[in-house]
T-cell receptor
Framework: SQTIHQWPATLVQPVGSPLSLECTVE??????LYWYRQAAGRGLQLLFY??????ISSEVPQNLSASRPQDRQFILSSKKLLLSDSGFYLC???????????FGDGTRLSIL | QKEVEQDPGPLSVPEGAIVSLNCTYS??????FMWYRQYSRKGPELLMY????GNKEDGRFTAQVDKSSKYISLFIRDSQPSDSATYLC???????????FGKGTLLTVNP
């Protein structure tokens, strides 16, 4: 069966520091991969998606970037964090563009 | 008009009650309708999904889609305290591989 791993679960970072969140998927090949941010009362916001190695599409202009160095690895990064980057970040995978997506347990990011 | 609208709740029911959670959508381009359950401080967990109009049942859960009125529902029978969570509806078929989510309904089942 397929599993998705995200780490760390919780992260506290100072403003201006860099960020690297990692997500890996097991049990499937060539998945579509997604990064979302979930803010209280605002629902799930799609940040990036990837349909293959090195292929990244950005949904929202922001202080973040994503990379997919391997088929089942997706990384969310920032060079300098802003207070507004605080939130709950979720990685997800899907087999095709329209099929349901499956989520990891998320990283709760707090910026001080 | 938002593409998927969901009753925000919160909803509080006694144990054993039948729960009805509802969403409406505006864009008829779709492939799948999904229901996710999200416990506090966890990622959303896919509960059920359906492609067509009608009912789909899985244990105590029934997903219902009415394409003519653009209405989707999740029914929970014999609700349990462990069902207490936020429930998110979603649909695919939009642009850019995107799922469109409702904002979620917080359900509390009281023992």
């Amino acid at each position: 069966s397929q599993t998705i791993h995200q780490w760390p679960a919780t992260l506290v970072q100072p403003v201006g520091s860099p960020l690297s969140l990692e997500c890996t998927v097991e049990g499937t090949s060539n998945p579509n991969l997604y990064w979302y941010r979930q803010a209280a009362g605002r629902g799930l916001q799609l940040l990036f998606y990837s349909v293959g190695i090195g292929q990244i599409s950005s949904e929202v202009p922001q202080n973040l970037s994503a990379s997919r160095p391997q088929d089942r690895q997706f990384i969310l990064s920032s060079k300098k964090l802003l207070l507004s980057d605080s939130g709950f970040y979720l990685c997800a995978w899907g087999k095709t563009r329209d099929q349901p997506q499956h989520f990891g347990d998320g990283t709760r990011l707090s910026i001080l | 008009q938002k593409e998927v609208e969901q009753d925000p709740g919160p909803l509080s029911v006694p144990e054993g009650a039948i729960v009805s959670l509802n969403c409406t959508y505006s864009n008829s381009a779709f492939q799948y309708f999904m229901w996710y359950r999200q416990y506090s401080r966890k990622g959303p967990e896919l509960l059920m999904y359906t492609y067509s109009s009608g009912n789909k049942e899985d244990g105590r859960f029934t997903a219902q889609v009415d394409k003519s009125s653009k209405y989707i529902s999740l029914f929970i029978r014999d609700s349990q305290p462990s069902d207490s969570a936020t429930y998110l509806c979603a649909k695919s078929g939009g642009s850019n591989y995107k799922l469109t989510f409702g904002k979620g309904t917080l359900l509390t089942v009281n023992p």
